[in-house]
């Protein structure tokens, strides 16, 4: 069974600073590539960042290079986003994704074959 559980979303100022946790269950962590998308209100979900089962390639979505870090920790089964200088803009629903590393790097959200229940990023202007 794959499970994705997010947590670390919140309310933060323009600026600031936010890491996101996904615990993975052993099978996604093992097996798929892991990453999150986001959902703004009233727009369609977005790739921002994917990591490799391996851990050794990462790819990112253009608005957040040199602001987002994407990373894993194999003991805890665990991938974190490290988000920096959050911008309004940046408000929306993260969610944590498990799928084949080929369809992050084309941001296909059809194709993620796991989804976690998400959570929310309040960016403050």
């Known amino acids: 069974q794959v499970q994705l559980v997010e947590s670390g979303g919140g309310l933060v100022q323009a600026g600031g600073s936010l890491r996101l946790s996904c615990a993975a269950s052993i099978r996604a962590f093992n097996n798929y590539a892991l990453g999150w998308f986001r959902q703004a209100p009233g727009k369609e979900r977005e790739f921002v960042a994917a990591?490799?089962?391996?851990?050794?390639?990462?790819h990112y979505a253009d608005f957040v290079k040199g602001r987002f870090t994407i990373s894993n920790d194999n003991a805890k089964n665990t991938v974190y986003l490290q988000m920096n200088i959050l911008k309004p803009e940046d408000t929306a629903a993260y969610y944590c994704t498990a799928g084949a590393y080929e369809d992050y790097l084309r941001g296909d959200v059809d194709m993620m074959a796991y989804w976690g229940k998400g959570t929310l990023v309040t960016v403050s202007s």
């Open positions: 990591i490799s089962s391996s851990g050794y390639l990462t």
